[in-house]
């Protein structure tokens, strides 16, 4: 199973395991019965007529660690080690025992609860343990599937995008489409974010005809509001000049500071 997917190991350990209920005849209390490393603690201390289905939900839930972590529940050893740790009770989260093999967190709880020391904190039944596993599986199924439809639409937007650097307006609008998509379904996406700040970067070469007269309208606003602003004060330079001469002013340090004046003005606006 190394070589399969997490829900491809789950799923075929699902499909192949049969569990039952029932003791062989003619065993009698106090026996061991199962097979160590997988047995529960009523079974390990041969209290066979304790035993029921949940015993088996033990068992189905040990081989579902080792199937999730690869890891035995318990150590492997003398058989006086497997039962020890087995009475003792072992960590069965798969987060705690291996990290490192990225299993959903999800697993923690149903690994715990179906390897339980006491018979009553389990699940009731296989069935009850193996409804938990698929609710997990759809989950991730379906966190699968966004991802890979978010990578297609970030694909489609890059694509567009390289198109658009031609001048196509309806590609870019395509490409922002497309990354919208993409980041919608998997906002960690980095290849739709990296497509949406290129297009932003490079903007379009044909400007449309609404955004063209919007342009166009806000330049003549802002020339009519320096119009409003530099023809009265133009006009009082040239007032203060006329007004000068009028005096008789021979400085020409003054006229010279009011011709710069009227320079800066008309250099301004």
């Not at 579902?64 to 020890?84: I, K, M, N, Y």
């Not at 093999?101 to 296989?126: Q, W």
């Not at 003549?220 to 001469?245: D, K, S, T």
Request: charged share 25%.
């Amino acid at each position: 199973m190394r070589g399969t997917s997490l829900p491809a190991r789950v799923e075929s350990l699902l499909r192949t395991l049969s569990v039952g209920g029932r003791t062989p005849e003619g065993t009698v209390d106090g026996s061991m019965l199962g097979t160590l490393g997988y047995m529960a603690p009523e079974q390990a201390r041969g209290e066979i007529a304790e035993l029921d289905v949940r015993a088996d939900v033990y068992a189905l839930g040990a081989i579902l660690f080792e199937v999730l972590t690869l890891t035995p529940l318990h150590p492997r050893g003398s058989v006086d080690t497997l039962v020890a740790s087995i009475l003792a009770g072992a960590e069965a989260r798969p987060s705690m025992r291996a990290p490192h093999r990225d299993v959903p967190l999800e697993f923690d709880a149903i690994c715990a609860k179906a390897t339980a020391a006491h018979p009553d904190e389990r699940y009731e039944s296989a069935r009850e343990l193996c409804e938990a596993v698929e609710r997990v599986l759809d989950g991730d199924i379906d966190r699968e599937r966004r991802r890979e439809l978010s990578v297609m639409h970030a694909a489609r937007a890059a694509e567009a995008a390289v198109r658009a650097r031609g001048g196509d307006a309806r590609e870019r609008r395509r490409a922002f489409a497309e990354a919208a998509r993409a980041l919608a379904l998997d906002p960690d996406n980095i290849d739709a974010v990296r497509t949406v700040m290129r297009l932003r970067l490079e903007p379009p070469k044909d400007i449309p005809e609404p955004v063209r007269r919007a342009v166009e309208e806000s330049l003549r606003a802002q020339v009519r509001a320096f119009a409003r602003i530099a023809i009265p004060v133009y006009a009082a330079g040239v007032g203060l000049w006329v007004l000068l001469c009028a005096m008789g002013v021979r400085s020409w340090l003054l006229h010279g500071l009011t011709l710069a004046m009227l320079l800066g003005i008309i250099g301004t606006h």
